[in-house]
DNA sequence: CCAAAAGTGTTGCATTTACACCCATGA
DNA sequence: TCATGGGTGTAAATGCAACACTTTTGG
């Protein structure tokens, strides 16, 4: 057999668009670029694809380098391959996208990368394609979200409704009526009602719910309807 | 500035799944590897990705050199990059789908590949990870068809609502009632009814509609629900 | 004249929306 | 005690699925 050798070999890189949720407002985790060329503007996290791996563990290894974290919610948003992207040297690049609780986020980790998080609605200028990754990841969410309830990711393991409604709400960047949420969410089966109360941002308290793991799994594929007039959506 | 000296180059390729409808059955365009490894076995038409080209300009090269057409609806499907899914040296491929018109399809300009329309619900044995795709090919025109219309992009300028009907019904190996489908076809207010009828398969006729582009254009990203219950598919 | 496919309407049910008041508690 | 946010129910409208008969015409 031959090898295929008159062929073009090309640099491979991941980058990883990371979504998280602070209780009020969505947001990504931006570095500051390490090496030229654009060293010191702010890129999304990324890394050459290696011999030894392929893309998913590519995109697994950058996220842990930059967050410490395994066991993320990690997805392949799309293949960008421009030819100029990279100034450089063409570089084609495999954008994930990531939805991390982002309590679980440890900032030390990444401290030598500068990184913080933005919120998605005044993210700075980027280098490269990664304003065009970013609003591809942010499109693919909300559509994503409106059908399935991948939105949970972003959550501690014990959330209370009014916390998830401000999370659909963020990702919406709307309102909802929280009578006909708690009742589509809960009618879901997906939840299950601790005893214990959120205390910290109410006098009353919120009770604390706990994703149904089994179940969560089981219907993930299935369609849901939490947003209202989801079929109307752009 | 330096170049990344130390990073590895992967040969980088484009495979096309090509959707096609018969009237009758949705098929799959197949091709006959023209060299090795397994050369002669079948395969999806594909091609690596040149120095000058994007993956959207391969895609359409790759396209048109099989089927002859240009314009043909094409859509990133993923990114394949299994260290090992070609054997003689590492590369990666991006999938695209296409969905095209079967009867603007001519035989002749790709015989040298030796293709073949092939049922969906029969595909031959393929090399590589090319299931793999297929499987992902199929399951996106479904997730997709039920929420956009895309399917229109298989059928001619002119069809009729039984033969609309049909091409629904294959993809979701289902049937549908035909008033319901009627009326939410024509609800969506994209249909533009004709004059003729379409006599050969019946003696009363059907109808001919075409499409209203326009309107195709302005309401692709709006969510359809010709699907019954498709919030319960899997 | 009859077989075969096209075309069309209604009704009941389920889902979805809109909407307002009471509850618990910390300060 | 009162201000703040949490929690709940109902009624009206809309959307959807189920269902059967009439029309046309080629053979």
């Known amino acids: 057999m031959n090898k295929y050798t008159k062929q073009t070999r090309i640099l491979t890189a991941v980058d990883c668009i990371i979504f998280g949720f602070d209780g009020t407002e969505l947001k990504l985790l931006l570095i500051k670029r390490a090496f030229e060329p654009q060293k010191g503007n702010w890129s999304l996290m990324g890394g050459f ?25 990690l997805e392949q948003l799309y293949a960008f391959g421009a030819i100029d992207r990279d100034p ?8 994930y996208f990531a939805l991390i609780d982002i309590h679980k986020y440890q ?27 970013i609003k591809m990841a942010k499109a693919k969410l909300q559509y994503k979200a409106a059908l399935h309830p991948i939105l949970f990711e972003l959550l501690p393991d014990k959330f209370t409704l009014p916390q998830l409604q401000s999370l659909y709400e963020g990702v919406y960047d709307t309102e909802f009526d929280k009578r006909n949420f708690s009742r589509k969410v809960l009618s879901t089966g997906l939840l299950i009602k601790q005893k214990e109360k959120e205390k910290a941002s109410s006098k009353k308290g919120a009770f ?24 109307k959506l752009k």
Chains 1, 2 share one sequence.
């Open 49 to 73: 694809v290696q011999a030894t791996e392929n893309f998913d563990e590519a995109a697994k290894r950058v996220l842990k380098q930059l967050t410490g974290l395994d066991g993320v919610y």
């Open 88 to 95: 450089l040297e063409r570089t084609i690049s495999i954008a």
């Open 107 to 133: 900032t030390q980790i990444s401290e030598e990368y500068h990184a913080e998080w933005m919120p998605v609605k005044q993210v700075p200028a980027l280098i490269f394609d990664h304003p065009q990754m």
């Open 208 to 231: 604390f719910y706990k994703l149904n793991k089994r179940s969560y799994k089981a219907n993930f594929q299935a369609f849901l309807n939490i947003i209202p007039n989801a079929h």
